[in-house]
């Protein structure tokens, strides 16, 4: 009998004792890295961003309706919302360097009316 044979014999014969084992490895690095990360603390900003056209080509206004702002007529006119959130588990805290006050919005004139 050849060193092949003998081998595919011991596997046949040992073919439950071989998936148990597979299997259980498997398993228990599967608990392994649920665990590891549940512990996990981390802090994730996530922001996400809806807006709608009030004025503009694709308004839902006619086309007849006109604002103006400090005298200028405005084109275009879009309503955003931005919602800040922390997917984390960690809070988000000021000495993170995080200040609301100090975020802008580049190319856009933003307007309170």
Not at 50 to 55: T, V
Request: net charge neutral; charged share 20%.
């Amino acid at each position: 009998m050849s060193e092949r044979d003998t081998t595919v014999k011991w596997i046949s014969d040992n073919a439950v004792t071989l998936a148990v084992t597979a299997v259980s490895i498997g398993v228990t690095w599967l608990v392994a890295w649920l665990y590891y990360r549940r512990t996990q603390r981390d802090r994730c900003p996530c922001y996400e961003v809806h807006s709608q056209e009030l004025i503009g080509e694709s308004s839902l206004l006619s086309p007849d309706v006109e604002v103006k702002h400090r005298g200028e007529s405005l084109p275009r006119v879009t309503l955003s919302r931005l919602v800040f959130w922390n997917a984390g588990r960690e809070p988000i805290r000021a000495a993170d360097g995080v200040n609301p006050s100090d975020w802008t919005v580049q190319g856009v004139a933003i307007s309170t009316l």
